[in-house]
């Protein structure tokens, strides 16, 4: 557990820090703002952030997602301010902590932040199967390829795997390549040196370096640019990188492990996955099971995050009935696990009586989430009807045909908004503005936003 100290607060949080570091911590103090952002840059990384209240938090944070830096924050104050600390947590604090320290509490947070990172709840045989080949291959320096689903679980089999390894002493750092643009990836992989492009206002060290001697989780690695993937290969291969705008490579130890909800063996025939890349990656492959596929997970679950819940929000633990829990179990869970664990939050929130019953399973707009169970089946129904019809009308057309035409209908149907058609088709917004400018080179018409090729019922 990685803790950065922000502030002075009179002498308190070096106590706070002393109790930390006996709890197994390492601690990295900075006095203001400006100091725990080069802290951050200079790739120490922390896996907490604990703050003097009386600093700009609100400042802080959005200079953290400025910088696409993701951490925890709780603020510290030395008085029992109610108005700082309301206004630290709308900031985006997760909490408050009054100040002397209380020893216990601040070992609760710490022990909150690790349990979250590393949880890793199963019953089902289907998923045991998956945590035993992971803790085989847990202490040596293979390279992990995860795939599954999404929600299923892949960071979190991820961390289980760093945590029994000979590097869980050293930081666990992931990356979401799906979740940063193209033209900035490289940068956030590599670092990179002040002033190598518009807005490189300092050196900033990447996740490479920032994971020396640890882990690295390239998350979503099959939405990385093919270009970006050569120079991944290299720093695999050779364990050097080169900075953006540096002039030398510099070395790097790290384990990498890889996440994909896609099939990978498919993207290199298609070309957008290098065969060479997949081959390093793929030493080991952790498949997870969907959460449909492994039913004795789903009630071992669903209390798990009733506990977790019950105790964040500060009601009390209630049983999820047995009506309820058949209703669970008969659920096909398309979401995967986060979305067992958002129905689970909302049962909690929502039960009045001494359990949690069906009438607390709903979804997010309210509905009873039965309906939605029998919504889903006959909209299967329907799909196995229409796609049978379909399927008759695409005999002597070529792949990229039928493929052009659904993207473009698609589009058509969201009056070209591409975020909500990418998302329809289930590929990501980068790939679908590849495949649009490919049309457009082509001289196909694409419509471009609040725009449709044909009127739209």
């Not at 309301?86 to 209380?102: F, M, Q, S």
């Not at 790939?431 to 044909?454: C, F, H, M």
Request: aromatic fraction near 2%; charge should be negative.
């Amino acid at each position: 557990m990685r803790l950065l100290i922000v502030g002075t607060l009179e002498g308190q949080l070096i106590t706070a820090s002393k109790i930390a570091m006996d709890r197994g911590a390492s601690v990295t103090h900075a006095s203001t703002v400006e100091e725990a952002l080069k802290v951050l840059r200079s790739g120490r990384g922390a896996d907490l952030v604990m703050v003097d209240v009386g600093l700009d938090i609100a400042d802080l944070i959005v200079r953290l997602e400025a910088e696409r830096i993701h951490l925890p924050i709780v603020a510290c104050g030395v008085k029992t301010d109610a108005g700082a600390a309301v206004k630290a947590i709308r900031a985006g604090a997760k909490e408050y902590i009054p100040l002397p320290p209380d020893p216990e509490l601040i070992a609760a947070v710490l022990a909150a932040v690790a349990r979250d990172q590393s949880n890793l709840i199963y019953r089902d045989t289907s998923m045991a199967a998956v945590v035993r080949l992971a803790e085989q291959v847990a202490g040596s320096d293979a390279s992990i390829l995860v795939t599954g689903e999404s929600g299923s679980g892949k960071e979190v089999i991820s961390r289980y795997v760093h945590t029994r390894s000979n590097r869980s002493s050293k930081p666990f750092i992931s990356i979401n390549c799906a979740a940063i643009p193209e033209h900035l990836l490289e940068s956030e992989l590599f670092g990179h040196e002040k002033g190598a492009f518009t807005g490189a206002v300092a050196r900033r060290i990447g996740k490479f370096e920032e994971a020396d001697g640890g882990t690295l989780l390239l998350d979503e690695i099959s939405e990385m640019d093919v270009r970006l993937q050569a120079k991944l290969l290299r720093a695999i291969q050779e364990r050097v990188i080169d900075r953006v705008g540096g002039t030398k490579p510099v070395p790097v130890d790290i384990r990498i492990i890889a996440t994909s909800n896609r099939d990978l063996a498919e993207s290199v025939r298609s070309g957008t996955f290098r065969e060479d890349l997949l081959y390093r990656l793929n030493v080991v492959n952790l498949k997870l099971p969907p959460l449909r596929e492994r039913p004795g997970d789903i009630l071992e679950l669903a209390t798990h995050f009733v506990e977790r819940y019950a105790r964040e929000n500060g009601v009390s633990k209630r049983p999820i009935s047995e009506d309820a829990k058949r209703m669970l179990t008969s659920n096909p869970w398309p979401g995967n696990v986060r979305e067992l664990e958002n129905t689970m939050h909302r049962a909690v929130l929502l039960a009045s009586g001494p359990e949690i019953t069906e009438d607390a399973i709903r979804m997010p707009d309210g509905s009873p989430i039965a309906q939605t169970v029998a919504a889903d089946a006959r909209v299967a129904a329907s799909a196995a009807q229409t796609a049978e019809v379909v399927s008759r009308s695409l005999v002597g057309r070529t792949v990229s045909d039928v493929e052009r035409d659904l993207i473009l209908d698609t589009l058509d149907h969201c009056l070209g908004n591409r975020t909500h058609a990418a998302r329809i088709l289930g590929i990501s917004i980068r790939t679908l503005r590849n495949k649009l400018n490919q049309y457009s080179d082509e001289g196909v018409e694409v419509p471009g936003p609040g725009e449709a090729r044909i009127a739209v019922a």
